[in-house]
């Protein structure tokens, strides 16, 4: 069992950035995959950005402004958010599996994730 806490959520302004944690407890063998989605009003949920052994992927719309990162002694992984925009407003989730393929088509698939948190809330403001 895996239990997964997602802070860091907050408002801010367009431009601005923000780091997201998720302190994750339980079977370490769980959540070898960790992966960050995020769900905006009306739209579907969507990865942004994933993290296996130091492998990442990243969704395209955040390359470059998002970074991933893992702190295994804190149990935590973060995501830095930088340059964000009115659009990204959402409920982001973290997300943790113990087996799946790793490939850039596959990372972001939602069904492969067996433990989810409850989500924290970022609201950008234009």
């Known amino acids: 069992q895996v239990h997964l806490l997602e802070s860091g959520g907050s408002s801010v302004q367009a431009g601005g950035s923000l780091r997201l944690s998720c302190v994750a407890t339980?079977?370490?063998?769980?959540?070898?995959?960790m992966t960050w989605f995020r769900r905006a009003p009306g739209k579907e949920r969507e990865g942004v950005a994933g993290?296996?052994?130091?492998?990442?992927f990243y969704a395209d719309s955040v390359k470059g402004r998002f970074t991933i990162s893992q702190d295994y002694a804190k149990n935590t992984v973060y995501l830095q958010m930088n340059r964000l925009e009115p659009e990204e407003t959402a409920v982001y989730y973290c997300?943790?599996?113990?087996?799946?393929?790793?490939?850039?088509?596959?990372?972001?698939?939602?069904?492969?994730?067996?433990?989810w948190g409850q989500g924290t809330q970022v609201t950008v403001s234009s």
């Open positions: 997300a943790a599996a113990a087996t799946m393929p790793w490939t850039s088509s596959t990372w972001s698939m939602e069904g492969a994730y067996k433990y």
């Open positions: 993290v296996y052994r130091g492998q990442v």
């Open positions: 339980g079977d370490t063998y769980s959540r070898n995959f």
